[in-house]
């Protein structure tokens, strides 16, 4: 039985099958819709989302399963006290395969540890976000046509996103990819990703607080929210959290086939006005993510 808590839990080669078979959805829906007949996905989120939950959800009703769960700790048992250990015991009586959320980094790990069934990460407070990075890999290679050989700036709150994080684990698998790290000295990349991701594994990386002096080096722009759910203190937030606003007048520099990201929900940080030039990408990437959960919900339920 596989669990997926770290984008490290699949190797590149799963990774390439899964955007394969994510292509292959895309193109024919059909051959999928009854994959999972039969099947239950718990969506068990202690923390809010839109995208990654109702995904998820989407993903199983497309394959043709099940779904129950519940979307806020406050409704679960764990209101009462009820451990995340447990509340996986439990819920491995009723559903086949566990997406959890939780605000606390390594809770999906213990849910694993005590799930009979597999348990993906969605999302485990500033530390990972691994179905997000799956997301974000199919769409650069349905952009790009590649995962390799390109530069990839990200660009905001890179302490407290785990997105970031996660894809920045999974490009380090990759040839020849240059990392441009955009962001306010209060919001720079954690050291443990620096020393034990990029210089390990000898990524080219630099950082630097302008957008527009990176912009035209950039294949990829991979903007982020600041995280103010994750500030100790609401008057940095407010300081920080429009650091970073891409408009058109920043894509002048840019390239003719930049492909903007963006995990969302955005506030303020990229302008609507980009939301109808060609290199915005993020509606994509929403839509890829169902696709690509689909294709990971039946890797680790064993369909064929
Ligand atoms: N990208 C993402 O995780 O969005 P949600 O918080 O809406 O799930």
Do not use: W
């Amino acid at each position: 039985m596989r669990s997926l808590i770290d984008i490290k839990d699949l190797s590149l080669e799963e990774i390439d099958e899964l955007i394969e078979t994510a292509n292959d959805i895309i193109e024919n829906p059909e051959k999928y819709s009854q994959k999972c007949k039969g099947k239950k996905l718990a969506t068990l989120f202690f923390e809010p989302s839109t995208r990654t939950r109702l995904s998820f959800e989407a993903a199983m009703y497309e394959l043709g399963g099940n779904v129950l769960g519940f979307s806020e700790a406050n409704s679960s048992s764990a209101s009462k006290g009820e451990s995340v250990a447990d509340t996986s015991r439990v819920v491995s009586c009723y559903a086949d395969i566990i997406a959890m959320r939780h605000p606390k980094e390594g809770a999906p790990l213990v849910a694993s540890q005590n799930a009979s069934i597999p348990v993906i990460n969605a999302g485990d407070g500033g530390h990972n976000h691994p179905t997000q990075t799956l997301a974000d890999l199919l769409t650069i290679k349905r952009e790009k046509g590649r995962l390799d050989n390109f530069c990839i700036g990200f660009c905001g709150d890179l302490k407290f996103g785990r997105t970031v994080h996660s894809l920045i684990s999974a490009l380090s698998g990759y040839k020849n990819i240059k990392i441009i790290l955009i962001s306010p000295n209060e919001l720079v990349i954690p050291d443990y990703i620096k020393e034990e991701i990029l210089i390990k594994n000898n990524i080219e990386f630099v950082e630097t607080r302008s957008l527009e002096e990176a912009m035209p080096e950039l294949d990829v722009l991979y903007m982020t929210r600041v995280q103010g759910e994750r500030f100790f203190n609401e008057a940095d937030y407010i300081r920080l959290r429009d650091s970073y606003i891409l408009d058109l007048h920043k894509l002048e520099n840019a390239k003719k086939d930049l492909a903007i990201l963006h995990p969302l929900p955005r506030v303020n940080e990229i302008s609507v006005a980009v939301d109808d030039d060609k290199r915005a990408c993020y509606f994509k990437q929403v839509l890829n993510g169902k696709f690509i959960r689909m294709a990971l919900i039946m890797k680790l339920l064993e369909v064929k």
